[in-house]
């Protein structure tokens, strides 16, 4: 075994790695950005080493300053996590003429299977099932349309060299073609450096079934079972779960049958995904073979009971696979959920900023348990806009699917993030959707749920109201004296008393009266009703509403006007209204096209004197990885830019100016 690795990434991953490294005695070296000094992944390594500025293009990206890195500090081999440098052939030769183990599969196999064109042409030799498609090298754009033509819309354009969903656009017409097209090859050349595309057909209600794959330098190779992530936004998977629902044992053996022949076509030593898109009636066609170890990696560990990463490194270190294919069971049921800096009710715009509050329920991490959390961020941290969303991954195993889904729900439930919009929310109601529950599983559930999945209205705003009156209360009986003249919780000699709060609750403003009665005791008047009300807090952030005659438990915590509530029932974000500071105050002008999260303008669709229509495409931004149209909010005429293209913007900037048609 190793005694120093190098851990070539950062967040939740590196931390990952951290983990095993350290059960296994192992120490371990971190790499960091100007971005990343205080990161929890620098405290989690052994040594750490400064690699560049915030921009992944200046530092994680910077494979010469790494190789560095691991020669100055005596490390044996290195680790690449995923994403960033993972799939890079040319830094994993690199890293051999270095005299450095890359911890993952051979240059000649991340060169075959990083080529989508490439890796379907020596699947077809192996035997493995293809979607029909174009993947040829010549990329004519009237080629590629008539193409598209001939195998039949709908049709997928695929960057060739992509992959997380990057690159990636359905067409479903021919008249769609030519953007979708130019969108496609812009993002992969940013993403990728290269924008060459392939073309397949578009498998209607598909499942993503991939199969997780692991070769030894002995000539073994097994399968690890298959997890099914057929839950998807933007080609971006959302929940991930093993084994698959629905999965007969013969189809899980054809299945990893043809996952370990796409591995051992091309020498495959380490961890490796080979993904599939499979009909609702099992048939199932090869799509890509990820060369890493994939994020939804510990559902798989959670089902079988093995260290992924312990089997990395012992593969990388030489050693046969601790296993043998029959020597593998399944073991229960396991489901991820990836909790992200986003806004779904926003098409899942990606948020920073800072973590005020990051609370979990109980748990255990990097390692397998009924619930595990994997996090590479705390509260206090910054979400920032140079990397990826994801703040952290929920992972629950239960005997069944049934206790794992009541799991998932309860931790779901029990997370608590304040600061910035994330998935959390999005998530519970996913998960509990008849479509998921019920294991009617394709990558259009979302879409098919939207009804049930967006603007749903949350806590009720007679909880959210009743939580912030005790949250208020419990703040004041903490700052007071023994003295009933100090109280300000209304209290009167002669018992009766009336307070007033201004909230805005859900979007709307709520006056709310807590009125405290000559017999002791209390109603809230909220939304034109009034309603008997008891509280019951323990002096902190847990509180027990007794409302109309229902019992509710609750957990709040305040961020300067904002008390964020939490219950069983949902979550509400409520503005303390200070009348006299914000009298006078303006509105903000509707109407303007503004930038939604910082990022980099990547395109104008418009030019001043150019007519538009409300909801008209008008500018590109790209931010996390990911490229974001912004459309008109209004029809007008486009009066000025104010940005060229290529410059970063801030959250909310104004983009351009419309001025309304003469």
């Not at 390594?45 to 992944?56: I, L, Q, S, Y």
């Not at 229902?550 to 029932?569: L, P």
């Not at 060229?644 to 003469?662: H, I, K």
Request: glycine share 10%; charged share 25%.
């Amino acid at each position: 075994m190793f005694k120093k690795i190098l851990i070539a990434n950062r967040g939740e991953i590196a931390c990952r790695v951290a983990a095993t490294a350290r059960r296994l005695g192992v120490k371990t070296v971190a790499v960091y950005s100007d971005a990343d000094v205080q990161a929890r992944h620098v405290r989690a390594c052994d040594e750490a080493v400064h690699v560049g500025g915030a921009a992944p293009r200046d530092s994680y990206l910077q494979w010469r300053r790494i190789l560095e890195a691991a020669r100055s500090t005596g490390a044996e081999a290195v680790h690449p996590g995923y994403g960033f440098l993972s799939e890079n052939e040319e830094f994993a030769q690199a890293c051999a003429d270095a005299g450095l183990v890359f911890i993952g599969p051979p240059p000649s196999a991340i060169r075959a299977m990083g080529l989508k064109a490439e890796s379907k042409r020596l699947m077809a030799q192996a035997g493995v099932p293809l979607v029909p498609g174009y993947h040829g090298t010549d990329q004519d754009p009237a080629l590629l349309r008539r193409e598209a033509g001939r195998i039949g819309y709908p049709v997928l354009i695929k960057a060739s060299a992509g992959g997380g969903g990057k690159g990636m656009r359905a067409v479903h017409s021919d008249a769609e073609f030519d953007a979708a097209l130019a969108s496609c090859k812009r993002e992969a050349i940013n993403s990728f450096g290269d924008d060459a595309v392939l073309i397949e057909r578009y498998v209607q209600r598909p499942r993503h079934i991939e199969i997780q794959v692991f070769g030894d330098g002995h000539g073994q190779c097994v399968y690890l079972f298959e997890r099914d992530c057929s839950v998807q936004r933007r080609h971006q998977k959302v929940l991930e779960e093993a084994p698959a629902p629905g999965m007969t044992p013969e189809r899980r053996a054809e299945m990893g049958a043809a996952a370990v022949s796409a591995a051992r076509a091309v020498g495959y030593q380490g961890a490796g995904t080979v993904e599939f898109i499979a009909e609702q009636d099992g048939r199932f066609y090869f799509m890509e073979m990820n060369t890493r170890l994939q994020v939804e990696h510990p559902v798989t560990e959670a089902i079988t009971g093995q260290d992924l990463v312990e089997w990395q490194l012992r593969v990388a270190a030489g050693e046969p696979l601790p296993l043998r294919q029959e020597d593998l069971r399944i073991q229960g049921h396991a489901i991820e959920a990836r909790i992200c800096a986003e806004n779904p009710e926003a098409g899942f715009l990606p948020a920073t900023g800072r973590l005020a509050v990051a609370r979990w329920p109980d748990h255990v991490a990097f390692q397998r348990g009924a619930v595990r959390i994997d996090s590479g961020v705390g509260e206090g941290d910054e979400i920032s806009p140079h990397y990826d969303s994801m703040i952290a991954k929920l992972i629950v195993h239960g005997d069944t699917r049934e206790q794992a889904l009541a799991r998932l729900d309860a931790a779901l439930r029990d997370t608590h993030i304040v600061g910035l919009h994330t998935n959390v929310a999005f998530l519970r109601r996913c998960a509990a959707t008849a479509s998921f529950t019920g294991a009617q599983l394709d990558t259009a559930l979302i879409e098919r749920e939207r009804e049930a999945l967006f603007e749903q209205p949350g806590l009720p705003v007679a909880q959210a109201a009743a939580a912030v009156v005790a949250h208020t209360s419990a703040e004041e009986a903490l700052t007071e004296d023994a003295s009933p003249w100090s109280r300000r919780d209304g209290w009167r000699l002669f018992g009766a008393s009336q307070r007033r709060f201004e909230l805005e609750i859900h979007g709307e403003h709520q006056t709310v009266l807590l009125s405290r009665h000559h017999q002791g005791g209390l109603s809230l008047t909220v939304a034109g009703q009034v309603l008997p009300l008891a509280l019951n807090s323990d002096g902190g952030q847990a509180h027990e509403l007794f409302l109309d005659g229902q019992r509710t438990q609750v957990r709040t915590y305040r961020v300067g006007e904002q008390v964020a509530v939490f219950g069983a029932e949902g979550s509400a974000l409520v503005t303390t209204v200070d009348v006299i500071a914000h009298a006078g105050g303006a509105h903000a002008e509707g109407g303007r096209l503004t930038a939604p999260m910082p990022g980099k303008l990547i395109a104008f669709l418009a030019q001043p004197g150019d007519v538009v229509s409300q909801g008209q495409a008008l500018a590109v931004m790209e931010a996390m990885k990911m490229e974001h149209t912004i459309s008109a909010p209004r029809e007008g005429v486009v009066d000025e830019l104010l940005f060229a293209v290529g410059d970063q913007v801030g959250d909310g900037a104004e983009l351009l100016r419309l001025r309304p048609q003469a």
